[in-house]
């Protein structure tokens, strides 16, 4: 009746349903911005990639799930990289860090050169 | 005061939460569309968290770190759409979105870092 292809879709489906709210709660509750960018970074790599794949196993090989492999290879290249480079613009532009942060590398490295 | 206000939070997360689970829905043919219809509900309220700090972030750079969360919020639910319409397109749009949501993001971190576009 029903395929078992689907049922494994669907849990990872919910798998990546669970990442993505935890990963919005942080985005929600974290005092930092790097904090919030270390909690929501989750959202796109197990997250959106584990629904994409849940999507990939509920359709088997044909248009719409290689379309969605190729989805998870492009997100997979592109969002650490987007990531890094709000981290770099937002200590560029001078935001603070939280009051009860321990060390600042990137600061005292800068200071160096 | 502060405690209040995180148990007023979480009470509020947790309701939503099992509203959004064990709410019945009528009139539904299959347990597959009741399913969907329940993971479109957590996306949405994933979406509203994101747009609490697109309007209360207090500097520049929490705004575009919860656009770029809204917009891979946004490509799991154009791939998620794919399952009850049975269309292959929507993920076309996902593809696309994915592209545009990274060339703007680059843009934007060059911006807040005072730099022109050109260099």
Known sequence: ??????IIG?????IGLVF???????LVRFPDIYNRLHSSIKCV?????????????????????IKALL????????????AHVL??????SGVKLWEKSVCDKYEEDSRKS | MRKLRWFLGLLGILATLTAAITLPIPSLLSWQSVYLEKVFFILIFCSALCLWRVLMGPTPADRAVALDILGILIIGFCAILGIPTGRDWYIDIAIAWALQSF?????????????RFDE
């Open chain 1, 87 to 92: 981290a770099r613009s937002a200590h560029k």
């Open chain 1, 71 to 82: 989805c998870i290879l492009f997100l997979l290249l592109t969002a650490p990289v987007s």
């Open chain 1, 45 to 65: 790599t197990l997250g959106t990639s584990s629904i994409l794949f849940g999507l990939f196993l509920y359709k088997g090989f044909t248009h719409g799930g």
């Open chain 1, 20 to 26: 993505d709210f935890f990963g919005c709660l942080g």
């Open chain 1, 1 to 6: 009746m029903n395929n078992i292809n689907e």
């Open chain 1, 10 to 14: 669907f849990v990872f489906i919910a």
């Open chain 2, 103 to 115: 060339i703007s993001m680059l843009a934007l971190g060059k911006y807040l870092e005072g730099r």
